[in-house]
């Protein structure tokens, strides 16, 4: 158990206030970017593609007929582009029109500027391109068949000789599978709009997790200076980490139109462009041995994470960096290997996704879990709880100490709370009943790392203005995707201050307010922004406390702010009185505020230190029922403790458990991403692509936070990170479903793939009949 | 007697009469466009995820009901006569609508692009004054897709503010409003354009064998759940429509003692009771096609016409034997059902000619029907396979088998081998099912797609017969099944 934590007494702070837009929400009137009124003689952009071909020489590029269509303003190609022809990250490897070249199918080869969207998508379609077709690497098999050079080289975290270890022991396992990748399907596809400033600024409102990249990204490519780029984001309709990177391209295009025409452009994707040509959750074959005691204790972990990145690299370091930084889970691996390949492929970069690649290598984990279990004919649960870390077994495969682990609690309480080893019987009882129809049930915990694993992204910044009413200023890096960042650090400054929240106004993120910031990403954004706010604010009260001290001529600790007041001994004003006063005396009520992770030491070249501030916990238990004629599955019941620390609004929490499970659901059942052989993506429309609807969460669905003392890191009033997290609760799902089908034959392990569509589990049920 | 040159519809309390109206404009790109009303959002485009919901008010039997529709995909000559009620609506100087203020109480909206289209769902299920219960409404929900919340807060949301009398500005209007539609029927023709570009929507027979004869052309247009993706997606250069929701003799449904009529402009929302009254499985059935959205505008008789080999209805009415209508200018022709399928793409439909309507023979004693729908999501999903069974059953004897399969050829299917086989098999010989089940693999040789594989839709077309055969000797859909369960059918 983890120190005990000092309480800190808030008003505002871990309230369920709604979400702070969720009034507009509910009536239409929420701005999204397509909502604004266009300015005057706005022009749109949509892209253009080759209909067929994965790889290869662009042969003939005939534009004439886009051209010649009524109301096309433009049509631009890669040599349209004054500055650096890329949208990528880092890399340097996206070009944002193909100059030459394609390398995956719907790749953006032009784009057309027309006076109607209507016009300019009707237009690029009359593109006559042929391509050069070259052999392409569709699938991780293709790619490791043909031996294409990987996008980055490969990564190794290692300890001791566990190869040794596993061909010297009488207990072993193995397997080599599959787990698929993930569209977004943020409700709000790709958007950015354009509009050209005097003396070749540009101001890009998009919607993106990454407005400093954005504002970059079009910088360079139209060969201007940073500071003449602005990039303003109010909010978006999802974005999942979908709208990190993958923004890029939709912000340049709207841009260098705005450029080239000298009008406002607008680029919104269609939903079906949408799918095919951003990026996705990476998809992973996972090869491993293992070797384990007769207790199903783990003794040796030899595992390999092959990962399909797409054409480039996107930001396929970190995501595939968190894969094996999760391929351990909440398990201690006393010998282990974790390699991993980043390979390439001709199909689009794959990007982040909410958990980056935790979720991918937190699939091992549970995989040798379960395997184990069945082979062993012993409670998956059991066996879990005997690989979960302890005390003089807490060293990560990275190196890193687990010191603040409440797994062992959270997961008594909830297998408590579930009715585990009753349901296990009564599962086991139907399951003799009945021919057709089996049930599973798992209980799976999740421990995720908090942080950044390139180190100098954890670093924030917030501008807060008092004004003279009293009334607040809000604007700091981070980005509302509909998480309730922005609501949670207006609480926070509302609590500092000790106002009303409704005095605090939330305002757009823009690069023009707070410079050089970082994504809103790796579920960072409440404890990276919520401490640079703080610190801005707490800058303005100590000048008011210092001023309001000589003023009243009291001592600094006399002063308190509570309930829109300042007491200042034994009078009281209001805050905007105060402000006032203060300003007549020439006070500053403006104030930055910055923030910097501390205690992180990751070395990645030398595998060495610290790469998480601290561990997020959690744990579900799902219990499921196949039909094992058709491979259908219905979740019947979940039961969810997730730990957050101390909550800073557990409405928002509460949402952000639900959702992320949910969302993590879909990746591992109905959520199938199908290219063809040709490298086309055939499920680019939620007619094909099926993320879950409100009939698949089990009307049996009970969620709790876990009763924290606090994080025992110190994060902004000791809540703990909640983004990313639930969604690997998820797993528990996949779990449950291998129990069913395990359940056909004792002391068996299920080849059950990712995800668990009804074809997967029949294949499964089918391998395993007698 | 000259046509109308407009369209009329009520908006926010005044009627609304348009003249200028683009064939293949849509309600959505009316709404954000013309209208600049954005509150309605474009998510899919393709009416899968319900951003773009807005209810549609009529008079159905003289009653005013509200059903939800997806703007993206429907046109805007369609909302012919209607009341159309968007998001931007529902709050009255301020104070938010109930369900809004439900879905902000449960924290019902977290990225907030979806929530529009929730409420505009449950907007009539509010006014339909039900007591909803979580059943009615994940149902109301299933066409409206959202990514951050998990549905809870927003199914808790609905189970709050759906309790009965609604009470709102439209319930209190309701007389004003059902009076000033029922004043739009005017029973007229509609055709606005020219001959070279239009919009038709003929209320009469006559009209519309005069429009299909001069305009073989046209495209025939029912619910548009399918053609609205041919201009949205597709972006086909449609420039003539002629639109069959206007026509009374296509919207009729004729229960007789022994069979049921339904006109080919019959939406599956309306068609549902007398589908459910034939046999709880077809009831079923028709609730998993599409969502509340698809099923408002969605006809059978589109289902059919469009000639999908993965169209739901079409082996469910094969197996029932129901019987086709055909119409073309004043000629009328019937087929079997099964025989208008001819090739993929291909019906058994000349230029100008429409499908009039479908005629399904009630169930009779002794005889038994069950359909089993196979998707990777339950709730508006595409089948990967669709079995449809009709068995004479006597003495412990399958004495008659109709076997139909969706998603296993290119078109619509009977199994007539496996027919022959399941005749005079006993329900107690499972070995025997399983040889007869056996000959499916003479009857189909499906393909390969994004929805399944080959060997998966075998396999399951397959365990699709034991399993009826199963249900049929006695065992309950509870062991049997996962979801659609017989026994539960009217609990609902």
């Known amino acids: 158990m983890p120190a005990k934590v000092k309480r800190i007494a808030t008003d505002t702070v871990g309230l369920a206030l709604a979400h702070d837009s969720a009034e507009l929400h509910v009536q239409g009137k929420a701005v999204y970017i397509d909502d604004m009124r266009e300015p005057e003689g706005t022009l749109h952009v949509a892209p253009g593609y080759a209909a067929l071909g994965a790889k290869g020489r662009i042969t003939v590029c005939d534009l004439s007929a886009v051209r010649a269509f009524p109301g096309v303003v433009a049509v631009l190609t890669a040599g349209d582009i004054p500055g650096i022809n890329d949208c990528s990250p880092a890399m340097g490897d996206d070009p944002i029109l193909a100059d030459g070249e394609i390398l995956f199918h719907g790749q953006v080869v032009f784009a057309v500027i027309a006076e109607t969207r209507d016009a300019a998508r009707r237009a690029a379609r009359l593109a006559k391109i042929e391509i050069a077709g070259e052999l392409a690497a569709i699938t991780v098999e293709d790619a490791l068949e043909q031996g294409t050079e990987d996008v980055l080289p490969p990564y190794e975290f290692r300890r001791g000789d566990p190869g040794k270890l596993i061909a010297a022991s009488k207990s072993t396992i193995s397997d080599s599978f599959h787990v698929g990748g993930q569209e977004h399907f943020y409700l709000e596809g790709q958007v950015a709009l354009a509009v050209p400033e005097e003396a070749g600024g540009m101001l890009v409102y998009s919607s993106t997790q990454h407005p400093t990249e954005m504002q970059h990204c079009v910088a360079k490519m139209l060969k201007v200076a940073d500071a003449f780029v602005t990039c303003e984001c109010r909010r978006m309709g999802g974005g999942f980490g979908g709208k990190e990177s993958q923004a890029a391209q939709w912000a340049a295009l709207a841009a260098l139109g705005a450029r080239i025409t000298g009008r406002p452009v607008k680029c919104r994707l269609d939903r079906d462009d949408d799918m095919i040509m951003t990026g996705k959750r990476h998809d992973l074959r996972i090869d491993y041995r293992a070797a384990h005691d007769r207790t199903g204790r783990l003794t040796a972990v030899d595992a390999a994470l092959l990962a399909r990145c797409g054409y480039s690299a996107d930001l396929s370091l970190g995501v595939n960096d968190r894969a094996m930084f999760h391929a351990d889970n909440a398990y201690y691996y006393p010998a282990v290997r974790i390699k991993s390949r980043r390979l390439r492929t001709n199909t689009v970069s794959n990007t982040a996704f909410r958990g980056f690649g935790g979720p991918q290598g937190m699939m091992l984990a549970e995989r040798m879990m379960d395997q184990i279990a069945h082979r062993l004919e012993l409670d998956p649960l059991d066996v879990r709880k005997r690989n979960f870390y302890a005390p003089g077994r807490d060293r990560t495969p990275y190196g890193m100490k687990v010191v603040d682990n409440i797994i062992h609690d959270v997961v008594a309480e909830l297998e408590k709370t579930s009715d585990y080893r009753a349901r296990r019987e009564a599962v086991r009882a139907f399951n003799a009943k009945n021919q057709v129809l089996k049930k599973g049930l798992a209980l799976t915990p999740v421990k995720f790392g908090i942080s950044f694993t390139l180190i100098h992204l954890n670093q924030a910044g917030a501008l807060v203005h008092l004004y003279t009413d009293g009334s607040v200023h809000l604007n700091h890096g981070g980005t509302e995707m509909g998480q309730g960042l922005y609501i949670k650090v207006a609480q926070v400054v509302a609590e500092e201050f000790g106002i009303d929240p409704e005095r605090v106004k939330i305002t757009a993120t823009t690069t023009g307010k707070v410079p050089n910031t970082s994504p809103t990403a790796a579920s960072s954004g409440s404890d990276l922004n919520g401490m640079a706010a703080q610190e801005a604010a707490a800058r303005i009260k100590a000048r008011l406390v210092d001023f309001a001290a000589r003023e009243w001529k009291v001592k600094p600790a006399q002063i308190r702010f509570a309930k829109g007041r300042v007491i200042i001994g034994n009078q009281s004003v209001t805050l905007a009185e105060l402000a006032r006063r203060a300003h007549q005396a020439r006070i500053q009520l403006s104030s930055t505020g910055f923030y910097a992770t501390p205690g992180i030491t990751w070395d990645r070249d030398k595998v060495k230190g610290k790469p998480f501030f601290y561990f997020a916990y959690g744990a579900s238990c799902s219990e499921v029922t196949i039909d094992t004629l058709t491979g259908e599955m219905r979740v019947d019941r979940v039961d969810i403790l997730h730990d957050v620390g101390r909550s800073l609004n557990p409405a928002i929490d509460l949402g952000q458990i639900e959702g992320g499970f949910v969302q993590g659901m879909g990746w591992l059942t109905t959520e199938e991403l199908v290219f063809d052989t040709q490298g086309r993506l055939s499920t680019h429309a939620p007619s094909t692509y099926k993320i879950p609807c409100a009939s698949d969460v089990p009307e049996d669905f009970r969620v709790k936070l876990f009763a924290s003392a606090g994080n025992p890191a110190s994060t902004i009033y000791r809540s703990k990170a909640v983004g990313e997290p639930p969604l690997m609760l998820a797993l528990s799902v996949f779990s449950a479903i291998t129990d069913a089908i395990a359940s056909l034959k004792p002391g068996c392990m299920p080849p059950l793939e990712a995800p668990a569509t009804p074809e997967a589990i029949m294949k499964a049920v089918k391998a395993m009949s007698p | ?492």
């Open chain 2, 1 to 492: 007697m000259t046509a109308r040159n407009s369209i009329r519809f009520l908006r926010r309390g005044e009627v609304v009469e348009l003249t200028a109206v683009a064939p293949i404009r849509t309600v959505l790109d009316y709404l954000r466009l013309e209208e600049g009303a954005r509150g309605t959002k474009e998510g899919c485009c393709e009416g899968d995820c319900g951003a773009c919901t807005v209810a549609l008010g009529s008079l159905k039997d003289g009653r005013l009901v509200y059903e939800p529709v997806n703007a993206c995909i429907l046109l805007l000559g369609q909302i012919d006569g209607k009341e159309l009620v968007t998001v931007d609506d529902l709050s009255v100087s301020g104070k938010l609508h109930p369900i809004q203020q439900a879905l902000v109480d449960h924290h019902g909206s977290q990225c907030g692009f979806c929530t529009p289209g929730f409420v505009m769902s449950l907007f009539p299920l509010y006014q339909s004054g039900a007591v909803a219960n979580r059943k009615m409404v994940v149902d109301q929900l299933a066409g409206n897709l959202c990514r951050c919340t998990g549905y809870r807060p927003i199914v808790e949301a609905a189970l709050a503010a759906c309790t009965g009398k609604p009470d709102d500005a439209w319930s209190e209007a309701r007389l004003e409003i059902a009076q000033t539609l029922a004043g739009f029927d005017d029973g007229t023709d509609l055709f606005i354009g020219d001959d070279e570009e239009f919009f038709a929507a003929p209320a009469f027979d006559e009209a519309l064998a005069r429009l299909t004869e001069k305009h073989p052309d046209a495209v025939i247009l029912s619910g548009a759940t399918d053609v609205g993706l041919w201009i949205t997606k597709q972006l086909r250069p449609i420039r003539k429509i002629i639109f069959l929701g206007r026509m009374r003799s296509l919207r009729e449904i004729v229960e007789t003692i022994d069979s049921v009529r339904i006109g080919a402009a019959v939406t599956y929302a309306e068609a549902e009771p007398s589908f459910a009254a034939i046999d709880p499985d077809l009831a079923e059935l028709l609730r998993r096609i599409g969502s509340k959205q698809v099923r408002a505008t969605g006809t059978v008789g589109g289902n059919i016409a469009n000639g999908s080999p993965i169209g739901d209805t079409p082996p469910a009415l094969i197996a029932l034997g129901a019987g086709l209508e055909l119409r073309k200018g004043r000629q009328t022709r019937a087929l079997p059902i099964e025989d208008f399928f001819i090739a993929y793409g291909k019906q058994d439909r000349s230029p100008g000619e429409v499908v009039a309507g479908v005629s399904i023979p009630m169930l009779k004693r002794g005889e038994a029907f069950r359909c089993y729908k196979i998707t990777k999501r339950f709730d508006q999903d595409i089948s990967s396979v669709l079995g449809a069974f009709k068995f004479g059953i006597a003495q412990g004897r399958i004495t008659e088998a109709r076997i139909a399969y969706g998603g296993m050829a290119a078109t619509p299917k009977r199994a007539l081998k496996t027919e022959t086989a399941v005749k005079s098999l006993s329900l107690d010989d499972p070995a025997g099912w399983a040889a007869a089940a056996d000959r499916l693999a003479e009857d189909f040789q499906p393909i390969d797609d994004h929805r399944a594989s080959a060997a998966y839709r075998s396999e399951t077309a397959r365990n699709l017969l034991i399993k009826a055969l199963t249900e049929m000797a006695g065992e309950a859909t509870r062991n049997t099944r996962i979801t659609g369960m017989r026994e539960f059918a009217h609990a609902g």
